[in-house]
């Protein structure tokens, strides 16, 4: 069998997908997978042209372009949604309704099969969508960095606190508000704004900030923080917090799914909108280390049922299911 992956542009800024499809790719052969790749180019006419020509038995929309959806065979095709947050959450004006229909509305209704990674994502596709239940399969994300235990170097009495992301969703702000006066730093991973770097320098917090980096930046700085804060108002699933897990740093994050389940409890779970409960939680990790020993021994467990072969078992599975149909 044959399956091309499909990907969205090539984008020194955005890898997260990349990175999960491509492990799983390059996993997937040993379970008798041939496996090829394409990435979308800058000219969408072209990439519609390229796209009718691919041949395989099975054509996999990483994510993203799901309007590539209406160029492909639809009995051939299968996709993976991570999110649909940028729709749900944000104001019904018409450019939205537009979003909607094309990014989700035909291609799920086009596609013979969906794969989601969490429940939450398979609810909000049924929800706002109509999608058939019986249509969608839960294949979780596996923990693809390359991420060991580390055991932290400097336990200062200056903690480092670790930011991944600065969209509005990922709840900076929260982050900043409830550091303010505490004697820790600040590591963010993402473009800041001009009136986040205000807000920063206002409250006198120490910062530094990383954009543009590589997976490699990346795994070096979850070595070098103490915390991984992940306190998101919406998520389709949540690596970071798995990433921050197998590092075996102690992780914050959401009280609400995804993340609660991809957490397997061993994390501080807050709620997101309560700053004095952020503020409890990242003092309780500087101050106590029984419980941070505690999360770190629960987290390590937990990433384990996020190895890669038994997802790509899943996958394999959902092929051979849509060759069948």
Same mark, same amino acid.
């Given at each position: ?118 429940? =939450? @994502?398979? /609810?909000? $596709? ?7 239940? *019986?249509? #969608?399969?839960? +294949? ?16 200062? =009495? @200056?903690? /480092?606190? $670790? ?7 990922? *709840?900076? #702000?929260?982050? +900043? ?21 205000? $807000? ?12 543009? +980096? ?112």
């Amino acid at each position: 069998m044959k399956v091309c992956y499909i990907y969205r542009q090539k984008s020194r800024n955005a890898h997260s997908i990349e990175n999960v499809f491509q492990t799983i790719s390059d996993n997937i052969e040993a379970l008798g997978i041939e496996s090829v790749s394409y990435y979308r180019n800058d000219s969408l006419l072209k990439t519609f042209r390229e796209v009718r020509k691919l041949k395989a038995d099975i054509y996999h929309i990483t994510g993203d372009v799901y309007y590539l959806a209406m160029f492909l065979p639809p009995k051939k095709t299968i996709m993976t949604i991570h999110d649909i947050g940028r729709y749900k959450n944000r104001k019904k004006s018409l450019k939205n309704l537009l979003y909607a229909l094309l990014w989700f509305l035909i291609p799920t209704m086009r596609v013979r099969k969906i794969t989601v990674v969490s429940e =939450l @994502v398979k /609810n909000d $596709l049924i929800k706002y969508f109509k999608v058939k239940e *019986n249509k #969608i399969s839960i +294949i979780p994300n596996p923990l693809v960095q390359k991420l060991s235990y580390s055991e932290r170097k400097n336990k200062t =009495l @200056v903690p /480092n606190v $670790l930011q991944i992301g600065t969209g509005e969703h990922k *709840n900076l #702000i929260g982050l +900043i508000e409830a550091v303010k006066g505490l004697k820790c730093n600040l590591t963010i991973i993402g473009h800041i704004e001009e009136k986040i770097d205000h $807000l920063l320098k206002l409250y006198g917090i120490e910062y530094k900030n990383y954009n543009d +980096i590589t997976n490699e930046e990346v795994v070096k700085l979850y070595e070098l923080c103490d915390i991984v804060y992940f306190a998101s108002f919406s998520e389709g699933f949540g690596l970071p917090i798995l990433e921050g897990q197998a590092i075996g740093r102690a992780v914050i994050t959401s009280n609400i799914s995804p993340m609660k389940e991809v957490s397997g409890e061993a994390v501080l779970l807050v709620n997101p909108y309560d700053i004095q409960q952020i503020r409890e939680a990242l003092t309780l990790l500087m101050t106590n280390e029984e419980t941070y020993n505690e999360l770190v021994k629960l987290g390590l467990r937990n990433v384990s049922k996020y190895d890669i072969l038994p997802i790509c078992q899943k996958y394999v599975s959902a092929y051979n299911s849509l060759k069948n149909m």
